[in-house]
T-cell receptor
C-alpha cells in the first residue's frame, strides 16, 4: 500500500535559519505529492504540490522537488520566519484507479524562535 | 470564493450517542472527502464522495457513514460513539476526483466524546 514517512521533529530553529523537512514515500502508481501546513486550531492549507517526477513546487519561499529515483519530496526554505511556526504534513495522492485519497505523513512540528 | 465550511466547529457528546457533522464544499467542487485527525494515528482517510456516490472508503468500522447531496454538501454520521472517536474531523473538497487535484480543507469539527 501507499505510505509517507517524514521526520517527526519537533524542529526548533532560529529566525532566518535554513529549513529542511525530509519526506519519502511508497506508492503503487504514479502519485502526486503535496505539502500541507496546519496552524494551531485550523484546518490544513496547501503549501505546494508536484504532480510528476522532477517537478518543483514552490510557494511563499518554500520549495520541494519530486524525486522519483529517491522517492522523496523534501521541503526546504532558505530563511524561516516566526510566522512559519506550524505543523507540516507531507502527503501523496495515488493515480491508481478510483483510489482517490490523500495518504499523510505523521506531521512535523516546526517552531521558529525570534 | 468562500472556502470549505464545516459545522459545528465543536461538539461534546457522551458514549453511545450519535453525531452528524456537516460540510459545505467550495462552490463548483464535486468531490468531498473526510479525514479523522488524532494525536496517535495522525490523519486518516474516512471516505470520499463524488456526485453523490461514495467512491472510496477507509478502514473504519461501519459506525462511520456519510452521504453527499445533489448540491455537493456532505454529512458524516458516527453512531454509538466511543471514547476513541474523539478527534478533529476534517472535510476537504476538490473540483474533480483526480489524483492531481488539490484538496482544500475546512477548519474541522472538534468532537469530544465523554
Amino acid at each position: 500500500g501507499n505510505s509517507v514517512t517524514q521526520m517527526e521533529g519537533p524542529v526548533t530553529l532560529s529566525e532566518e535559519a535554513f529549513l529542511t523537512i525530509n519526506c519519502t514515500y511508497t506508492a503503487t502508481g504514479y502519485p502526486s505529492l503535496f505539502w500541507y501546513v496546519q496552524y494551531p486550531g485550523e484546518g490544513l492549507q496547501l503549501l505546494l504540490k508536484a504532480t510528476k517526477a522532477d517537478d518543483k513546487g514552490s510557494n511563499k519561499g518554500f520549495e520541494a522537488t519530486y524525486r522519483k529515483e529517491t522517492t522523496s519530496f523534501h521541503l526546504e526554505k532558505g530563511s524561516v520566519q516566526v510566522s512559519d511556526s506550524a505543523v507540516y504534513f507531507c502527503a501523496l495522492s495515488d493515480s491508481g484507479g478510483s483510489n482517490y485519497k490523500l495518504t499523510f505523513g505523521k506531521g512535523t512540528l516546526l517552531t521558529v524562535n525570534p | 470564493k468562500a472556502g470549505v465550511t464545516q459545522t459545528p466547529r465543536y461538539l461534546i457528546k457522551t458514549r453511545g450517542q450519535q453525531v452528524t457533522l456537516s460540510c459545505s464544499p467550495i462552490s463548483g467542487h464535486r468531490s468531498v472527502s473526510w479525514y479523522q485527525q488524532t494525536p496517535g494515528q495522525g490523519l486518516q482517510f474516512l471516505f470520499e464522495y463524488f456526485s453523490e456516490t461514495q467512491r472510496n472508503k477507509g478502514n473504519f468500522p461501519g459506525r462511520f457513514s456519510g452521504r453527499q447531496f445533489s448540491n455537493s454538501r456532505s454529512e458524516m454520521n458516527v453512531s454509538t460513539l466511543e471514547l476513541g472517536d474523539s478527534a478533529l474531523y476534517l472535510c476537504a473538497s476538490s473540483v474533480d476526483s483526480s489524483s492531481t487535484d488539490t484538496q482544500y480543507f475546512g477548519p474541522g469539527t472538534r468532537l469530544t466524546v465523554l
